[in-house]
């Protein structure tokens, strides 16, 4: 039973442009969400997170957005850079009472000069 | 700073054997977690322990075991290894416990063959 789902394994994205990378969950539990991103032979490393209580969190290029009715987030970047290309794993947990995450599958992200 | 150590970063072994798996979290981090990601997907939570007590375990078998030491830092054990432990094993750490606090370390390659 995959929790959260990535359904896009991979997106090219022009430099300078939009990058947009979607994610659903299906637990009405979680309540908060984080992206991380991932290069080959590297560790996730924390993006962005935002609380079931916001709608929008924001941090210089990155913007997360939260539809808690459609049980769906998304990372926009703008505008995308080339350091940008990496693997984006959407992950989900609880405030309280909870000591996990549950990933998504990721999304390739590769950004085009 | 040192951030989270894994040691070692590849290994190969072969089906039946046993492997051992070796963190260190952040200095003053009391936590730490497991989790394994298998090509393709994203990582799936093993186990995670505070102040050497086990406080939360995923969904594997019996051949997963693990253990926090007085200085917090960690080892993840599998036994009877089968192909499919095939992964990258990631440790990360937090202050408390709490997964939106998380830190991950590079990981540990390993490969059965």
């Known amino acids: 039973d995959q929790q959260v789902k990535q359904n896009s394994p991979s997106l090219s994205v022009q430099e300078g442009r939009i990058s947009i990378l979607n994610c659903d969950y299906t637990?009405?539990?979680?309540?908060?969400f984080l992206w991380y991103k991932k290069y080959p032979a590297e560790g996730p490393t924390f993006l962005i997170s935002?609380?079931?209580?916001?709608d929008k969190n924001e941090d210089g290029r990155f913007t997360v957005f939260l539809n808690k009715s459609a049980k769906h987030l998304s990372l926009h970047i703008v505008p995308s850079q080339p350091g940008d290309s990496a693997v984006y794993f959407c992950?989900?947990?609880?405030?309280?009472?909870?000591?996990?995450?549950?990933f998504g599958t990721g999304t390739r992200l590769t950004i085009i000069p | 700073d040192a951030g989270v150590t894994q040691s070692p970063t590849h290994l190969i072994k072969t089906r039946g054997q046993q492997v051992t798996l070796r963190c260190s979290p952040i200095?003053?981090?009391?936590?730490v977690s497991w989790y394994q990601q298998v090509l393709g997907q994203g990582p799936q939570f093993i186990f995670q322990?505070?102040?050497?007590?086990?406080?939360g375990r995923g969904n594997f078998p019996d051949r997963f075991s693990a253990r926090q030491f007085p200085n917090y830092s960690s080892e993840l054990n599998v036994n009877a290894l089968l192909l499919g432990d095939s992964a990258l094993y990631l440790c990360?750490?937090?202050?408390?416990?709490?997964?939106?606090?998380?830190?991950f370390g590079s990981g540990t390659r390993l490969t059965v063959v």
């Open positions: 990360a750490s937090s202050l408390g416990g709490e997964a939106y606090g998380y830190t």
């Open positions: 637990n009405s539990m979680f309540d908060y």
């Open positions: 935002i609380s079931s209580i916001k």
């Open positions: 992950a989900a947990t609880t405030l309280y009472g909870n000591e996990k995450l549950t």
């Open positions: 200095s003053g981090h009391k936590s």
């Open positions: 322990y505070y102040e050497k007590e086990e406080r």
